[in-house]
T-cell receptor
Framework: EDKVVQSPLSLVVHEGDTVTLNCSYEVTNFRSLLWYKQEKKAPTFLFML????IEKKSGRLSSILDKKELFSILNITATQTGDSAVYLC???????????FGKGTRLHILP | EPEVTQTPSHQVTQMGQEVILRCVPI?????FYWYRQILGQKVEFLVSFYNNEISEKSEIFDDQFSVERPDGSNFTLKIRSTKLEDSAMYFCASSSRTGNYGYTFGSGTRLTVV
């Protein structure tokens, strides 16, 4: 069965801290790994990772994929209260573009 | 920036009633999807749609569910006889399947079955 496992499920840190969110996967027909941020409603796209070892960056967020170990991390440096959200890791399947989501990491940033 | 639009944002319906959730995908996208998220649970794939037919569906997508693209812009999800356990947030998404970008999700329809 295809699965995406995220850890931790919940994380509380203080503003300014750096956090690392983890995602492991076991899927057939892997195409890409996706990270989304979900605040109130729809997931908003952060990163799409297809190749191993290439870091993607967007401001204080960065992510990298290890296709050998079937693992990805999402780093957020100098966290701000606006980073509080659920961060979803997902795998985009090669066949039919189906996405398998993890349960998410609920991140809460204390002021 | 192009958006996927969903209506209504919230729908309350009685058990056993039919509901239609509406979505307007991004205009040049060819692949369309429905996902749902039961409160407190993960986002789950329901169905994918391409070239006017279902390309894949999950176990959740049983005979009570159907999808349609009635015209060139709308993409609908119909639930024929709603059950309490259908209460969830339903997300529509579309994809062009090209470029270095994932799907675009709509803002969702919260369906409450009472």
């Amino acid at each position: 069965e295809d699965k995406v496992v995220q850890s931790p499920l919940s994380l509380v840190v203080h503003e300014g801290d750096t956090v690392t969110l983890n995602c492991s996967y076991e899927v057939t027909n892997f195409r890409s790994l996706l990270w989304y941020k979900q605040e109130k409603k729809a997931p908003t796209f952060l990163f799409m990772l297809t190749s191993s070892g290439i870091e993607k960056k967007s401001g204080r967020l960065s992510s990298i994929l290890d296709k050998k170990e079937l693992f990805s991390i999402l780093n957020i440096t100098a966290t701000q209260t606006g980073d509080s959200a659920v961060y979803l890791c997902a795998v985009l399947m090669n066949r039919d573009d189906k996405i398998i989501f993890g349960k998410g990491t609920r991140l809460h940033i204390l002021p | 920036e192009p958006e996927v639009t969903q209506t209504p944002s919230h729908q309350v319906t009685q058990m056993g009633q039919e509901v239609i959730l509406r979505c307007v995908p991004i205009s040049n996208h060819l692949y369309f999807y429905w996902y749902r998220q039961i409160l407190g649970q993960k986002v789950e794939f329901l169905v994918s749609f391409y070239n006017n037919e279902i390309s894949e569906k999950s176990e959740i997508f049983d005979d009570q569910f159907s999808v349609e693209r009635p015209d060139g812009s709308n993409f609908t999800l119909k639930i024929r006889s709603t059950k309490l356990e259908d209460s969830a947030m339903y997300f529509c998404a579309s994809s062009s399947r090209t470029g270095n970008y994932g799907y675009t999700f709509g803002s969702g329809t919260r369906l409450t079955v009472v």
